[in-house]
């Protein structure tokens, strides 16, 4: 039988913030960049496709907001905590919701299936007065157990079939619907 050890969760991931560019200015939105909040992907879907709003290269780079990379993770933080997709490309994303993007040491495609496992935890851990909240802090406090990265594609590789077969049966139905 395989040991699997014990990781602070900021040791397999990198956490990235969110931000939003100045809503008042038009030159910032309506551009090409996909821009992700909490009401695009809070679907159960492994990935998040489309975004309501969108920003311009110029709202991008003079706001807090960053882009995620395919296959990192995006995660809500605030109001409804523990939402998760993965990006199948390139995104940003506001700062209602943290990006992770996983180390050397965990597949991309397995710390998205451990992550949903942790939502109870993370939401158990949330704190605020208005809206439920999670920080940075309360991901540095989260321990995480991993396989050998070899295990973890394999475990990643089988959940990863499941849920494609899911989404295929959610596009069949949905298309029965409109028939």
Known sequence: MEEWKDYNFTKIATIISGGTPKTSN??????????????????DLKYVYTTERQITKLGLDNSPANILSKDDIILSARGTVGELSMIPFPMSFNQSCFGLRAKDIVDAHFLYYLMKTKVR???????????????????????????????????????????????LNRKINDNLEYS
Request: proline residues 3%; aromatic residues 8%.
């Open 121 to 167: 935890e993370l939401k158990n851990n949330s704190h605020g007065s208005v809206f439920d909240t999670i920080t940075r802090a309360t991901l540095d406090n989260l321990t995480c157990r991993l396989p050998s990265l070899n295990l973890q594609k394999q475990i990643a590789r089988c959940l990863s079939t499941l849920d494609d077969k899911i989404e």
């Open 26 to 43: 038009r030159e910032y939105w309506d551009g090409d960049i996909p821009w992700l909040s909490v009401k695009d992907f809070g679907n």
